[in-house]
């Protein structure tokens, strides 16, 4: 549906999101036409820059982060004419009313948004001083980067004070998985084809496989990460969302509430793991020295310049549904820093043939497969069983269905944050979490948290560059089944 004109506003408008994504995604979708001529990007933070200042820091931004060839001088130009700059004190008293002169001078009609690019401590108290300073009108949203709380208590106070100054329908929680190419296919592959939903169930499907694995670090964000750890980091957000939209029922139709309420159901029917399950089903890892894509690398601890930590950076779960369409099905999730590359997929696998008429010299019957890969080289591959071409006698082979959308589509994949931003300015939620699907991803995650802490049980070693501990493998391998080793 066509864009509104708006205003977006950036608050931490120069720190690292905003450089790394935000404005390159809005830049791109100016160049694609999707912006329209009048609205403004303003970015806001403590300190002074004019917004001259502004331009240069948004340009330098651009150059450094996307494609060279997608750099078009007059596309830049126009874009960096869009941008303004306002300093203000987020909790104090300077630079607001110069914000409300700026947005004021726009007309009331517009859209805006308010994108807090900023500490999450501060979510709260500023969405507090949007409403006193007189700057929410009923286009208003206000979008909030995770973490949105450090648990389920944290959680819902946090959603409680943006709800005293803003609806919920005008509060957009980022999650960025959601906005990934592959994950909304996942929406139609499931919901456009007659052919997988019949099987989507536990008399077909035998297990599934979430992999969310990183090869960097700490990447200097130890003070946040250290307190967090991968639990908090991935699983409770990226990793639930993805299993929610693999586990749902066909929701009745693509509305946000739809989709969340479906969503909401599968986070609610989580089998909860606490002190008496989590050894058996959940595995902590940290890395260790070892090597990387790039060479050498060194161990947490010497990231972290610390003697002891016991975060983790690598999660493995069994987790399980407690319904009909899934009981008896495992999800085993995994994600870990420092892992030997990045690779993302959702692997379904599908339970054996029921009678095998093929003898020996046939070969090896597998289950089949349907690989989602998200990141990187996104697409799908179904792996099937096949007679293999030419050979004399039945002979079987694995073929897979390859659908790499760079190669067979040639067009430049978009950056999750371009889609969400813009369904920001359209006002569709579909993509962002809702207010209960968080706390509910919060309930199950927190007993997972008391427990390793009540039985403790601390995080593993691994060497960096190897698939995370032992442990995560006896996780699967005890089940009779194996991690599927990303392409
Ligand atoms: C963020 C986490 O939400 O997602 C980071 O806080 C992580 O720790 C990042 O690196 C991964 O995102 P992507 O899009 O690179 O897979």
Known sequence: SRVELFDCVIFGGGGDLAERKLLPALYYRDRDGQIPAGSRIVGVSRTERSDEDYRIFAQKAIELHVDAADVEPEALARFLSRLHYRSVDALGDSGWEELKVLLDDGGKDRVRAFYLAVGPTIFGPLAAKLKAEGLVHDKTRLVIEKPVGRDLQSAQQLNADIARHFREDQVFRIDHYLGKETVQNLMALRFANVLYEPVWNHSFIDHVQITVAESVGLEGRAGYYDKAGALRDMVQNHLLQLLALVALEPPSTLKADAIRDEKLKVLRALKPIDARNAFQVTVRGQYQAGASESGAVKGYLDDLGERSSDTETFVAIKAEINNWRWAGVPFYLRTGKRLPRRASEIVVTFRPVPFLIFGDSAGPVSQNRLVLRLQPGEGVKQWLMI?????????????????????????????????????????????????????????????????????????????????????AIALIERDGRTWHEPE
């Open 387 to 471: 007679k293999n071409p030419g050979s004399g006698g039945m002979r079987l082979r694995q073929v897979a269905l390859d659908m790499t959308f760079a190669e067979a589509f040639n067009i430049r994949q978009p950056d999750a944050y371009e889609r969400l931003l813009m369904d920001v300015i359209r006002g569709d939620q579909a993509l962002f979490m809702r207010r209960d699907e968080v706390e509910a991803a919060w309930e199950w995650v927190d007993p997972i948290l008391r427990a390793w802490k009540d039985i403790e049980q601390k995080p593993q070693g691994y060497a960096s560059g190897t698939w995370g501990p032992s442990r």
